[in-house]
């Protein structure tokens, strides 16, 4: 019996499975990555309500009132700060010197002309100060008030004290005080004597107390609480 021939067929080698499996790779990859990013987001969001739940009624960490560190104070811890130092600045004052004369200038004065009415010279706002405070990281967006608070962490920021000055009525105070120091400037001139001698007095320079300097550092020395 005759055997029927078999005919060899070659065999087709392409690069599909190599393909699909490169393909099926990349869309593992991706989906990891996807996986890892809304697992990021949600430890964030977490993250970010615990944060805001610890902080709902306090300063956030990373702020300064003045000089000092204010961060997880509550409205009531800043009132009492604020009032201690208002009561410092009421029983101590403030001294002022120049050359050899000092004055010590209390928040509060003794109008000259009536023993009855006093002038306010100096003071805090203490409502302002703390809505400041607490403005910080609340008052914009959302994205906003996170960036907010990703700075704070990184950097302190510090928020002066909002203060109240009567710069006029300071500034008579002062004088009032130091005009004894006060020289005022002299023009040369001329001066003939009995015997018809001329002589030139020379110009006299007047020197006068940087009252609008001290009247800065005195917003200064405020603000930052000290």
Known sequence: MQETPVKARAFSIKKITATKAHKMMRLQLVAACFLFFIGLCFVALVALFLFEKRFNAQIYPGIMLGESNV???TQSDLEKRISDFRRELETQGLVFSY???SVQLFPQIIAP???DLTYELMG???EKTINNLFAIGRDGTFMGDVKTKI?????????PYATVLAKQNILQALHQNFQSLENSAKDAKLFIDDSLQVTIIPQETGTLPDYGSAIQK???QLQNGS
Do not use: I, N, W, Y
């Not at 700075?151 to 928020?159: E, F, I, K, P, W």
């Open 124 to 126: 805090v706002d203490a």
């Open 113 to 115: 002309e009536d023993p």
């Open 151 to 159: 700075q704070l962490m990184l950097h302190t920021r510090q928020v």
């Open 218 to 220: 005195l917003e200064t």
């Open 99 to 101: 050359k050899s004369q």
């Open 71 to 73: 961060s997880g104070f």
